[in-house]
């Protein structure tokens, strides 16, 4: 009998539990279309725009999504989820003034769709588009507050005043006990120092544990002194992670120099210093993402080959228990 380590590994996952799908965007899954591709396209093909311009183009199909179209784009995504033997899944919902809550009430229904048809949990955070600091978005946000399991945060989309919305998530975080998932470092940029700055806003706080960070790419931009330093203060946080392999291994190439490194969150450096990452799939087939079906298994192959960490006990902690421990579930 021919002996395959990948198969092993899956076998292990899906005997522990499944898969723990710590991030996604379930609501604009499958939203890319043919015109989104170059081939069909004479001009810059949407899916080709950077990261911050797409921010504003998904605004179109949410502008024209109703309630049932978000509910059978997210449970369309969970049964695929289902078929790729994930059990537990997190998605981040649009709602902001484009979204209105249509997306996020889809949500809601669809965690019922999830436990009851799929035996899923189906855990929910908001996502702040269109930041925390504008009035009306900052309305969508208090709204979603009592209907989201974990509150979620994007301070890239206030730009120029990312810590006062990192304070409005942390006080957030205070007044109704849930935990915080915030996206940082997710441009392979040196200059991006958003995983430090998010720290020590936990650790201003006093919410040390409470807080997942999702993506940290950036820090492998960063020498290594500045790295083992930023480890330290993760652990004294007790900041936790979230890795998406896929999200960002696209990452354009450019003249910018930076320590030789893959464009992925350094696990092979942050589990041995101690810190707790989980898996995601990020963005399933939408103008991010148009060929990503989100099979966590390839996103767990991309994540050991792209680090080189193969350390079978601890891919299957970030492919199930840090999942749990990330959601608030364990
Ligand atoms: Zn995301």
């Given at each position: 009998?021919?002996?395959?380590?990948?198969?092993?590994?899956?076998?292990?996952i899906i005997?522990?539990g499944g898969f723990v799908n710590?991030?996604a965007?379930f609501?604009?899954a499958?939203?890319?279309?043919?015109?989104?591709?170059?081939?069909?396209?004479?001009?810059?093909?949407?899916?080709?725009?950077?990261?911050?311009?797409?921010?504003?183009?998904?605004?179109?199909?949410?502008?024209?999504?109703?309630?049932?179209?978000?509910?059978?784009?997210i449970t369309s995504a969970l049964r695929a989820q289902h078929e790729f033997g994930v059990r537990v899944a997190l998605s981040?919902?649009?709602?902001?003034?484009?979204?209105?809550?249509?997306?996020?009430?889809?949500?809601?229904?669809a965690k019922k769709y999830a436990s009851e048809q799929l035996q899923m949990k189906f855990v929910?955070?908001?996502?702040?588009?269109?930041?925390?600091?504008?009035?009306?978005?900052?309305?969508?946000?208090?709204?979603?507050?009592?209907?989201?399991?974990?509150?979620?945060?994007?301070?890239?989309?206030?730009?120029?005043?990312?810590?006062?919305?990192?304070?409005?998530?942390?006080?957030?975080?205070?007044?109704?006990?849930?935990?915080?998932?915030?996206?940082?470092?997710?441009?392979?940029?040196?200059?991006?120092?958003?995983?430090?700055?998010?720290?020590?806003?936990?650790?201003?706080?006093?919410?040390?544990?409470?807080?997942?960070?999702?993506?940290?790419?950036?820090?492998?931009?960063?020498?290594?002194?500045?790295?083992?330093?930023?480890?330290?203060?993760?652990?004294?946080?007790?900041?936790?992670?979230?890795?998406?392999?896929?999200?960002?291994?696209?990452?354009?190439?450019?003249?910018?120099?930076?320590?030789?490194?893959?464009?992925?969150?350094?696990?092979?450096?942050?589990?041995?210093?101690?810190?707790?990452?989980?898996?995601?799939s990020?963005?399933i087939?939408?103008?991010?993402?148009?060929?990503?079906d989100g099979d966590l298994m390839?996103?767990?192959?991309?994540?050991?080959?792209?680090?080189?960490?193969?350390?079978?006990?601890?891919?299957?902690?970030?492919?199930?228990?840090?999942?749990?421990?990330?959601?608030?579930?364990?």
């Open positions: 009998m021919l002996w395959m380590p990948l198969a092993q590994l899956r076998r292990k005997s522990s710590a991030h965007h609501d604009r499958y939203s890319v279309t043919p015109e989104d591709l170059p081939e069909n396209n004479s001009g810059t093909a949407t899916v080709e725009r950077a990261l911050r311009e797409k921010w504003q183009l998904v605004d179109a199909w949410k502008k024209n999504s109703g309630e049932d179209d978000y509910f059978s784009h981040f919902i649009d709602c902001d003034p484009v979204a209105g809550t249509r997306a996020l009430s889809a949500a809601v229904k929910i955070a908001c996502q702040t588009l269109k930041g925390v600091l504008n009035p009306e978005a900052r309305q969508y946000f208090e709204t979603a507050l009592p209907l989201v399991d974990i509150i979620g945060g994007l301070p890239g989309a206030d730009r120029g005043r990312e810590e006062e919305h990192l304070d409005v998530l942390l006080s957030a975080a205070k007044s109704t006990g849930k935990r915080v998932h915030v996206h940082v470092d997710q441009n392979n940029d040196p200059n991006e120092r958003e995983t430090e700055q998010l720290a020590r806003a936990v650790i201003r706080h006093g919410l040390e544990g409470q807080v997942t960070a999702v993506h940290g790419i950036s820090i492998g931009c960063q020498p290594k002194s500045y790295r083992q330093e930023l480890y330290k203060l993760c652990r004294d946080a007790g900041l936790s992670f979230v890795a998406c392999p896929g999200a960002w291994l696209d990452a354009r190439r450019n003249e910018v120099l930076t320590p030789t490194h893959n464009a992925v969150t350094p696990v092979d450096e942050m589990i041995p210093a101690g810190l707790c990452v989980a898996l995601g990020d963005n087939s939408d103008i991010y993402k148009p060929y990503a390839v996103e767990l192959r991309m994540l050991l080959e792209s680090t080189h960490f193969y350390d079978a006990a601890e891919l299957i902690r970030v492919a199930v228990d840090n999942g749990r421990r990330v959601l608030g579930l364990v």
